[in-house]
Nanobody
Framework: VQLVESGGGLVQPGGSLRLSCIADGSTINAYDVAWYRQPPGTERIMVARMSSVGKINYSDSVKGRFTISRGDDGHTVDLEMNNLKPDDTAVYYC??????????WGKGTLVTVSS
C-alpha cells in the first residue's frame, strides 16, 4: 500500500484546509488510520486517529478544530482543519497501520499558517 497526501499549502490564521490521503493499492478499511504532524525541529506527533471500527481520538491541541474521516471507497482518509493557528504549521503525514509489521506512511504535505 502506498499513501499519498495532498491539500497542504499556505493559509492565514483562522483559515481552513482539507488534507487528503489516498491509498494506492489495497483498501485500508481494516487498518487503523491516523494523521501525524511534525513541526520544524521537533518530533512527529499524532493529531487524529480513527480505528478500523470507527473509534476516533484527537490530540488536545486540535480537538474541536480538526475532523478525521474515511472515504466510502475504502482508499481515502481526510483531515478537515478549521480555525488554523500558526502553531499548526508542520509537515502532515498520513499513516495506515494493521499491526506492528504492517505499518505504512506517506511522504507528507506541508501546511503553513501565516499572515
Amino acid at each position: 500500500v502506498q499513501l499519498v497526501e495532498s491539500g497542504g499549502g499556505l493559509v492565514q490564521p483562522g483559515g481552513s484546509l482539507r488534507l487528503s490521503c489516498i491509498a494506492d493499492g489495497s483498501t485500508i478499511n481494516a487498518y487503523d488510520v491516523a494523521w501525524y504532524r511534525q513541526p520544524p525541529g521537533t518530533e512527529r506527533i499524532m493529531v487524529a486517529r480513527m480505528s478500523s471500527v470507527g473509534k476516533i481520538n484527537y490530540s488536545d491541541s486540535v480537538k474541536g478544530r480538526f475532523t478525521i474521516s474515511r472515504g466510502d471507497d475504502g482508499h481515502t482518509v481526510d483531515l478537515e482543519m478549521n480555525n488554523l493557528k500558526p502553531d499548526d504549521t508542520a509537515v502532515y503525514y498520513c499513516n495506515a497501520r494493521y499491526d506492528i509489521y504492517v505499518d505504512y506512511w506517506g511522504k507528507g504535505t506541508l501546511v503553513t499558517v501565516s499572515s
